[in-house]
Structures are given as C-alpha cells and as structure tokens.
C-alpha cells in the first residue's frame, strides 16, 4: 500500500484500544500485536460481497482461513458497499442465510463474525467507483468530502467490534500522488491527516474521542507493499 495510512480503532469503553508505539501496533496492555493477515477480496467489487462464495460455504472459508495460522483479514471494500446496495454471485444452496443481506448489512455481519471468531480486521477503503483503483482518493464523480464522509461511517458502525484495528485509508495512492509536496489536490499526506481529523467533524464520531491514527512517513513505489 503506497503511503498507506491507518485509521486506528480505538473504540467503545469495552473494546480492545490499539496505538503504534516504536513503528509496531500495540493493545491495551501495551503487549504488541502480531498480524498474520490475508486478503479477502470482494466488496470493493460489483459482487458488492466477499468472492468464493459462488462455491463455498462462508463458514468453511473463515475456517479455512482460520486453519492456515492466520490471524488478520483486510477487507477491501468502495462506497457502494458502504451504502448498501444488491449483492451478487452468492451461491443460494451455500449460502442461504446470506441471500436477505444488502452489501451493508452482509458487511456488517462479516465484520462481526470475523472478530468474534478471534480475528484482526483492517478495513480498506479501496477503490471509489468499486471497479478500478484511483490515482488519487477523490475523482471526479467522488469528492474529498464524500471519502471523508464514507471513512467517518465505517468508524462509527463499526466503534463497538473489538477485532476492527483500523481502516486503510485509500489503498495504493499513486501517478499524480504526492508526498509533502504541499499540493493540496495531491498531496497523499496532508490528505490522510485531513481525513483522520474530519471524522471529528462529523456528530457520529463524537462519542469516541479516543480514535488515533497512524500514518507511516514513508513511500514505496505502487508495486511494493
């Protein structure tokens, strides 16, 4: 993820809170986390929901998952998602008890199960028009104020799962990005701060003052990560 940026979760009074000390992530106990992740891609998709499932049982993948020693799963995800709109390519015989769920609803229910389940989720805000990722975090058919708004939400829905340790804020800023250049139509870093302090800006996020966000000082070329 070029210059990626994490949102850190520090959630409700009963949740695990997670901060960076010394470039690792720590919880509450300041006892450092360990992330043996994988990818689960799909929402950020016109399936609107995770793929495999045309032809595997959800339960079977987590488990699968859960049986190789991972413990983290990023979920990439767009707005559309977010929004809630029709899923696609859910095997009806599979996965029966999926098929009533709109894309927030089936995100939702994801989220959840993968934290109960003992899992890391790092949310990913990855491409803004669910089709192709963008150079940079708006476009011309989605705004800065519309991606602020979208991360603002996943926050606030999201407060009270313990297992949520942050959100990705844009996934692979590249091209026209920039760093410290004091561009503001590109510059990635000012961008990320501008997000992270404008979800206070929103009443939803209110009730927990107690997020923190992380932002690594560093940038890779797009293919590194």
Known sequence: ?????????????????????????VDAQNRVVQLRGVNWFGF??????????????????????????ANAI???????????VATRGLDPALNADLLDMDSAQ????????????????????????CERISPLWYTQDYSESAWIADLSELARRFRDVSGVIG?????????SATWESGRVATDWNRAAERAA???????SCSAYQSICCIFRRRCYVWTNH
Request: hydrophobic share 40%.
């Open 167 to 175: 959100i990705d804020l844009k996934n692979e800023p590249h091209g």
């Open 1 to 25: 993820m070029l210059c990626s940026a994490m949102l850190g979760a520090l959630l409700s009074m009963n949740a695990i809170a997670y901060s960076a000390s010394g470039g690792r992530i």
């Open 106 to 129: 089936l995100l939702d229910h994801f989220v959840r199960e993968m934290s109960a389940r003992g899992f890391y989720v790092l949310l990913d805000h990855h491409r803004p028009d």
């Open 44 to 69: 950020e998709t016109e399936t609107h929901a995770p793929h495999g499932l045309w032809a595997r049982a959800w339960q079977d993948m987590l488990s699968q998952i859960e049986s190789i020693g």
């Open 197 to 203: 302090e404008g979800c206070f800006l929103y009443s």
């Open 74 to 84: 990023r979920v990439p995800l767009c707005p559309a998602t977010i929004d809630g």
